[in-house]
Every structure is written in structure tokens, then in C-alpha cells.
């Protein structure tokens, strides 16, 4: 059931030494909720290219920015390393990277141990791993093989609509024309890492939003909401559809299970449990025409406190890429 979680201060706390506190500044709901949107599609659609090249596991496409993360994140904890490491190639120093254990990574996304370690024994039998005494490691090797270097472009072509749209609505100071830098490729490594800590921060969040229940069962309710639009429709005053709001993919209309299957690429079977689940909890209504959130009087306060949540971890990932000039600045 949704419980209102407390509230938290208008500030974010800094990455690491090196980065500033990132300001709230005044925002109107609208914005944000159209901020939060742009989040979720993010998620999504990074969620769903990693899920293309683990054989359509939705835990395992989470993985791998877990053990990514863990590996690399603290190379962005001042921007002047995250500049030095902005590249990615075959000669990239292995020792680098800081192995993960599975127990780490399973408390990190709230995620079963003997699941995790299973995931990931079976990631590191099929090469996309490597197992060391520390910990897994993502190689520089896998990440520049024939099966995962195709969907780098993919990884930076998602990021950079997001950094436009969000240029679109004047988020965090973009401009219309804001984009990645180009050429992108000397600093894909470094905007994926920050985009993979970003995707990681927003799992958190949602986790806790659907506190209690599985992780499949977290994104079936980002899915729908995505397609609903309700992140969209829960500042006051605001209509439910129509206008400026009709954004890409939002359709303002309650969806069917099988959509939310296949876009999730998971069984009908799989969805429809968890569906009934969320309906069951109190975090979606179910009528003929298929799915919808539920934002009423108890609902709304958990959900808002996401967008926040969410708001503020995307103002620290712009200003983490403009500072290291993954994003130009808008002159």
C-alpha cells in the first residue's frame, strides 16, 4: 500500500568533493512533472537496449549498470577525473575498475541474493562478466565486443533526446538547440557512466515507491504510467489530456496488459500477475479499456515526492555533463 515517505531538503547532497551542491531552484509542478517523464522515458529505454543484449531478462538488464556502476562510478566523483576518463577504447586500463560482489549488488537494487548470484554466475559464464576474487567486473572487453558496441549509439541517441526535450521545456538552463557534444564518441564513456548512475538513483527511488514488491513489478507500474501519462497529470489544476502535455508515447488513455508485455518484452502471463498485483495495492485501477494509475488523495503525496526525487537526480546528471563538457554550454 502507498505509505508517504518523509519529505526530504531542498538540496542535493554532492557527489563527492570535487562537484557543488546542486541548488533546488524553483521549479513549477508542471515542469517537474514534465521533467519526471522525460526521467522514466530515459529509464526505459536504456533498460530496454541493455535487455536486447542479455536475451530480454529485465533483473539481468540491471544488472549490468550495477556492476558497471560499482566498477567505475567513482571515477566521476570530481569532474576534472571525470574529464581524464572520458573515452572508452580497447586499451582502457582494466585496473580501473573495482570488483562488485554479488551481495552488495543485490542490497543496491533490492533484489533476492540467491537471484543475483545465480544472474551473475550465469553472466559470467556467457563472457559478459568476469569473475575475480573481489567480485564481478564488466571488461572493457565486453564493451567494445561485436555483440555490445552496436548499442552505445543506441545509449547516446536516447540520452541526447533527453538532454533536448529537456532543452524543449528550459529544464536546468538548456537551451532548444542543447545536445550531446559532437563528435559524441570522445566522451561516450563518461556519459555513460553518469547516465548509468542516474538510471541507478531513479531504480532506487521507484523501488522504494512500490516498496515491498518485486522489482518486475516496479517496472510494470513505470510502464504504465509512462504510457498514461500520469506523471504528467498530477500537478493540480493541470487537464488530464490534450495540449502541450500530449508528449511522445503519452497517450493519456488507460493501457492494455499485453502493450505494457511487449514493451517490456516479458510474458502476458508474467504482466498480467504483477497488474493484478499493483491493482490489488492500490497503485493502479483496472476498467475495460485496460490500466491506469491511481492518483487520489493517498497516492498523490508518495508520488510526488518521487518527481522531486527524480527532478533533483536529473539536475545532478546535467550539471555533471555540462561541467565536464558532455554537454556543451549554451551559449
Not at 28 to 33: E, H, I, K, P, Y
Not at 210 to 236: D, E, F, H, I, K
Amino acid at each position: 500500500m502507498f505509505e508517504p515517505h518523509q519529505s526530504e531538503s531542498g538540496r542535493e547532497a554532492p557527489a563527492g568533493d570535487g562537484w557543488p551542491v546542486a541548488r533546488m531552484d524553483a521549479m513549477t509542478s508542471l515542469q517537474r512533472a514534465k521533467v519526471a517523464w522525460l526521467c522514466i522515458r530515459l529509464q526505459l529505454a536504456h533498460i530496454a537496449i541493455t535487455r536486447d543484449l542479455v536475451g530480454g531478462d529485465l533483473v539481468t538488464s540491471l544488472l549490468i549498470p550495477a556492476i558497471s556502476d560499482a566498477n567505475v562510478g567513482y571515477l566521476d566523483a570530481d569532474p576534472e577525473i571525470s574529464r581524464r576518463h572520458q573515452a572508452l577504447g580497447i586499451n582502457y586500463p582494466e585496473e580501473l575498475r573495482r570488483p562488485a560482489n554479488a551481495l552488495s549488488i543485490a542490497h543496491s537494487l533490492d533484489l533476492p541474493r540467491e537471484t543475483t548470484r545465480a544472474k551473475l554466475a550465469a553472466l559470467a559464464a556467457s563472457g559478459i562478466l568476469r569473475r575475480t576474487s573481489r567480485g564481478y567486473v564488466l571488461p572493457t572487453s565486453t564493451l567494445v565486443s561485436e555483440r555490445f558496441l552496436p548499442a552505445i549509439p543506441r545509449y547516446m541517441n536516447a540520452l541526447d533526446d533527453f538532454v533536448g526535450a529537456l532543452g524543449l521545456i528550459g529544464a536546468f538552463g538548456l537551451k532548444p538547440h542543447s545536445r550531446l557534444a559532437d563528435p559524441v564518441w570522445p566522451v561516450a564513456w563518461a556519459a555513460m557512466r553518469l547516465s548509468t548512475a542516474h538510471l541507478l538513483r531513479e531504480t532506487v527511488y521507484a523501488r522504494e515507491l512500490t516498496r515491498g514488491m518485486s522489482l518486475t513489478a516496479c517496472y510494470v507500474l513505470l510502464t504504465v504510467s509512462q504510457n498514461v501519462g500520469g506523471q504528467l497529470r498530477l500537478p493540480p489544476q493541470i487537464p488530464a489530456r490534450g495540449g502541450s502535455l500530449a508528449m511522445q508515447g503519452a497517450t493519456f488513455e488507460p493501457v492494455r496488459g499485453a502493450a505494457i508485455a511487449a514493451q517490456l518484452g516479458l510474458p502476458e502471463e508474467t504482466v498480467r500477475r504483477h497488474l493484478k498485483q499493483l491493482v490489488a495495492a492500490g497503485y493502479l485501477s483496472h476498467c475495460p479499456k485496460g490500466f491506469d494509475v491511481v492518483l487520489d488523495a493517498r497516492s498523490l503525496p508518495v508520488w510526488r515526492l518521487f518527481q522531486k526525487r527524480v527532478e533533483t537526480n536529473a539536475r545532478q546528471l546535467i550539471w555533471r555533463m555540462t561541467t565536464t563538457g558532455i554537454v556543451p554550454s549554451a551559449s
